[in-house]
């Protein structure tokens, strides 16, 4: 059974820094691309970054709202995607979802919970 | 940027019969590949995204089979033809044909 956890998500102050860690078990790390979104409190979903496969180089795709601030890296060896943020706002307040794939995103974590606020 | 339009963003359904949603994309979702990276996700209340139906019209595994997924180009549809109570929660399209993935505003499907 593939699983998908994410961890590292808080309370945290604007300016600040936070690194979430998505843990996936049951299925081969590195065949995939990994993805995280984003979901405002009583809001929608939204995309906001993608890693490749390592044999594809692991390049990465932000989205606009987080570009230059957030950075998205994977360790096949743990079988952990990282989402390091930095220089937080307020409006990043939002629970962050890891989910497997590119084109289909078919599995997805519980979500970890990001606060920004002062 | 693709924007994706959802109709209705409010279903209410009575039990054991049809729903369905429909989604349009302001740009062709086909791929170089000849895909259409259309991709319909359930959030049932206080639960993550999960997935339904890949690829348009392809039901993921574990799905029942009253949902189905259809369309081409700029226009999809999910369709629920017999509503259980499980069923409620909100129902998302998304693209992933390109980047930036983008999602519909959502539609909440309750029971009347």
């Known amino acids: 059974e593939v699983q998908l956890v994410e961890s590292g998500g808080g309370l945290v102050q604007p300016g600040r820094s936070l690194r979430l860690s998505c843990t996936v078990s049951?299925?081969?790390?590195?065949?995939?691309?990994m993805s995280w979104f984003r979901q405002a409190p009583g809001k929608g979903l939204e995309w906001v970054s993608f890693?490749?496969?390592?044999?594809?180089?692991?390049?990465?795709e932000y989205a606009a709202s987080v570009k230059g601030r957030f950075t998205i890296s994977r360790d096949d060896s743990k079988s952990i995607a990282y989402l390091q943020m930095n220089s937080l706002k307020t409006e990043d307040t939002a629970v962050y979802y890891c989910a497997r794939g590119q084109y289909v995103a078919d599995y997805w974590g519980q979500g970890t919970l990001v606060t920004v606020s002062s | 940027d693709i924007v994706m339009t959802q109709t209705p963003l409010s279903s209410p359904v009575t039990l054991g019969q049809p729903a369905s949603i429909s989604c349009r994309s302001s740009e062709s979702l086909e791929h170089s590949d000849g895909n259409s990276y259309l991709t319909w996700l359930q959030q049932r209340p206080g639960q993550p995204p999960r997935l339904l139906i890949y690829k348009i019209s392809n039901r993921f595994s574990g799905v029942p089979d009253r949902f189905s997924g259809s369309g081409a180009g700029t226009d999809f549809t999910l369709k629920i033809s017999r509503v259980e109570a499980e069923d409620v929660g909100v129902y998302y399209c998304?693209?992933?044909?390109?980047?930036?993935?983008?999602f519909g505003q959502g539609t909440k499907l309750e029971i009347k």
């Open positions: 890693i490749r496969r390592n044999v594809y180089g692991g390049t990465t």
């Open positions: 049951g299925s081969t790390f590195g065949d995939y691309g």
């Open positions: 998304m693209q992933a044909t390109q980047f930036p993935q983008t």
